[in-house]
């Protein structure tokens, strides 16, 4: 499916995350969906983590007109098998680790054993100067929520803050490898470190807790990136304002996930855009709800309005699930592919 004449170069979204403006107006996206990447590519999905399938990945994302491409770097996973991924679950769903004995039984993953090599192999695929994206297995605060159960955690914090520490530093030290390694390769052109924080109204947990068990681990984890000379994306969901300060400080270069019913991209971008990239914003529940000709508008406003400044790049405030129609999608990322600086 032929959408633009485009060339893919990292170095439009690096200037984004510079807070530059880009040579053309540019995408971000933190991920899409399948049906949508076979109809980008022509092609029938390949079975999940194979290489064939990191390359059907590429070809989407290409043919759709951005400057990398999103993959996790191997087959990293904190989950034991005893629960399945659905679109909605509850956080308290999981309780792997309640005390001590627990936390002792529990067989944490070897990052040293998982397989990287997918990131070598596709190398020489990637087009014109594309570069790969790697995300994580879900973030710090996510992975200790899979394994206590949300409720349990806020318990735990109080009754035995000491267990809490370390089932975070076992979490975030694994992390922080798999995004070492990652690192070390010379497709990998940027770090997105994938972490939901917050509700609509608040953090999950305290910014005092966050600051404690938290942000270090991202701290060290962004810290790494920049000593690879890699920019780092910070993709979080919720109501964050007590906690930017924080996101800035620890270096981020971009912040993704943007909801209207919390702060509407054009206000964030206002606020925060001589602070840190902010990257798409456009609200999943508006591309749903809206006609094409509302979308193209907010999309060119916020494309004008930034065409200056730079720091932006155009893509949903999330992602885009399958529930989203392909014609809003494909109305969105064209206000960017028409546009011209």
């Known amino acids: 499916m032929k959408l633009h004449n485009r060339t893919p170069d990292?170095?439009?979204?690096?200037?984004?995350?510079?807070?530059?403006?880009?040579?053309?107006?540019?995408?971000?996206?933190?991920?899409?969906?399948?049906?949508l990447y076979?109809?980008?590519?022509?092609?029938?999905?390949?079975?999940?983590?194979?290489?064939?399938?990191?390359?059907?990945?590429?070809?989407?994302?290409?043919?759709?007109?951005?400057?990398?491409?999103?993959?996790?770097?191997?087959?990293?996973?904190?989950?034991?098998?005893?629960f399945i991924q659905k679109d909605t679950r509850s956080l308290n769903d999981s309780a792997f680790i309640t005390d001590?004995?627990?936390?002792?039984?529990?067989?944490?993953?070897?990052?040293?054993?998982?397989?990287?090599?997918a990131l070598e192999a596709v190398k020489d695929y990637l087009p014109g100067n594309m570069k790969l994206m790697v995300m994580g297995p879900s973030g710090v605060l996510e992975n200790v929520i899979d394994l206590?159960?949300?409720?349990?955690?806020?318990?735990?914090?109080?009754?035995?803050?000491?267990?809490?520490?370390?089932?975070?530093?076992?979490?975030?030290?694994?992390?922080?490898?798999?995004?070492?390694?990652?690192?070390?390769?010379?497709?990998?052109?940027?770090?997105?470190?994938?972490?939901?924080?917050g509700f609509n109204m608040q953090t999950l947990l305290s910014p005092k807790h966050m600051r404690e068990y938290v942000f270090p681990w991202h701290k060290k984890i962004v810290d790494m990136s920049h000593s690879h000379k890699l920019p780092v994306v910070l993709h979080s969901c919720g109501n964050l304002e007590a906690v930017i300060d924080d996101i800035v400080e620890m270096g981020y270069d971009g912040k993704h996930s943007?909801?209207?019913?919390?702060?509407?991209?054009?206000?964030?971008?206002e606020q925060?855009?001589?602070?840190?990239?902010?990257?798409?914003?456009?609200?999943?529940?508006?591309?749903?709800?809206?006609?094409s000709d509302e979308i193209t508008a907010r999309c060119r406003a916020m494309l004008e309005r930034t065409a200056q400044c730079g720091g932006w790049a155009l893509g949903t405030g999330n992602s885009v699930?399958?529930?989203?129609?392909?014609?809003?999608?494909?109305?969105?990322?064209?206000?960017?592919?028409?546009?011209?600086?």
């Open 272 to 291: 925060w855009r001589d602070r840190i990239a902010i990257l798409g914003g456009i609200d999943v529940d508006y591309l749903i709800r809206r006609t």
């Open 100 to 117: 001590e004995a627990s936390f002792e039984s529990f067989h944490w993953p070897d990052v040293e054993k998982c397989d990287f090599s």
């Open 321 to 341: 699930p399958e529930y989203i129609p392909q014609d809003k999608y494909f109305t969105m990322i064209k206000a960017a592919l028409d546009c011209a600086f």
């Open 10 to 35: 990292i170095e439009n979204l690096y200037a984004v995350l510079r807070r530059e403006a880009p040579s053309r107006p540019t995408l971000f996206e933190l991920f899409m969906n399948d049906p």
């Open 148 to 197: 206590v159960g949300y409720d349990n955690l806020c318990f735990m914090l109080y009754e035995d803050a000491d267990l809490v520490r370390e089932i975070f530093d076992n979490i975030g030290s694994r992390l922080l490898q798999y995004y070492k390694i990652a690192a070390e390769f010379d497709s990998v052109g940027l770090i997105m470190v994938n972490d939901d924080w």
């Open 38 to 82: 076979e109809v980008l590519t022509g092609q029938k999905r390949p079975e999940p983590d194979t290489l064939e399938y990191l390359r059907f990945r590429i070809d989407a994302f290409a043919a759709a007109g951005y400057d990398y491409t999103t993959t996790n770097a191997c087959e990293l996973d904190f989950n034991p098998g005893k």
């Open 258 to 269: 943007y909801e209207d019913a919390i702060l509407p991209v054009e206000d964030a971008y």
